[in-house]
């Protein structure tokens, strides 16, 4: 148990539904992340908060909104995906943003999602 | 540019086995560096850290020293546990104010009893 909470663990979805996932973290860190992991590839950094303000946004496609309603919780709304978009999606968090040489991510278990 | 370049998988060993896992960074200025691991099922967890040239970095029996001079920071077990199957990143922070690490594609470890 790393204190990052992910739910759903799995989710299916079409590409005209609308859904929503979610990021609770335990620890009282300041910053969370949006990552999308997808096979064979790096992990891509998708979305910064801090201190509830976002701080970086990677060209993100605009079918994926992230929504940070407090410094525990993180969401990232899905509507009209495509089936590329089919992934494991992590959040993490950390104290602070990551310049601190120190600074480590905390990621929770993830959610697997299948566009159809 | 910045980036991580980390062998390719899978790695297949048996049990008790010598694992290496290579892995290279491009930086301007000295990153921080970071081995990451994720077990079946699970998120990342940080395996371990260096955070200037010359340090070594330790835990669960993993080492992995930070080389300025080669710009490396291989992974190294002298003997693998089946437990230790899983997915291992290489991985080094951004810098600056921008809150990101940059990882590499992950190198899939097997262990066989």
């Known amino acids: 148990e790393t204190g990052v909470t992910q739910t759903p663990r799995h989710l299916v979805m079409g590409m005209t539904n609308k859904k929503s996932l979610k990021c609770e973290q335990h620890?009282?860190?300041?910053?969370m992340y949006w990552y999308k992991q997808s096979a064979k590839k790096p992990l891509e950094l998708m979305f910064v908060y801090s201190l509830e303000e976002r701080v970086e946004n990677n060209s993100v496609p605009s079918r994926f909104s992230p929504e940070c309603p407090n410094s525990s919780h993180l969401f990232l709304h899905l509507h009209t995906l495509q089936p590329e978009d089919s992934a494991l999606y992590l959040c993490a968090s950390s104290q602070g943003l990551l310049e601190d040489r120190n600074e480590k991510l905390f990621f929770g278990s993830g959610t697997q999602l299948s566009v159809l | 540019g910045n980036s991580v370049t980390q062998m390719e998988g899978p790695v297949t060993l048996s049990e008790e086995a010598f694992l290496t896992i290579n892995c290279t960074y491009t930086a301007t200025g000295y990153p921080s560096l970071f081995w990451y691991v994720q077990y079946p099922g699970e998120g990342l967890q940080l395996l371990l850290k260096a955070t200037k040239a010359d340090d070594k970095g330790s835990n669960k029996g993993f080492e992995a020293t930070y080389r300025k001079e080669t710009t490396s920071f291989h992974l190294e077990k002298g003997s693998v546990q089946v437990s230790d199957s899983a997915v291992y990143f290489c991985?080094?922070?951004?810098?600056?104010?921008?809150?990101?690490?940059?990882f590499g594609k992950g190198t899939k470890l097997s262990v066989k009893p």
């Open positions: 991985a080094r922070n951004y810098g600056g104010s921008q809150g990101n690490l940059i």
């Open positions: 620890l009282g860190h300041n910053a």
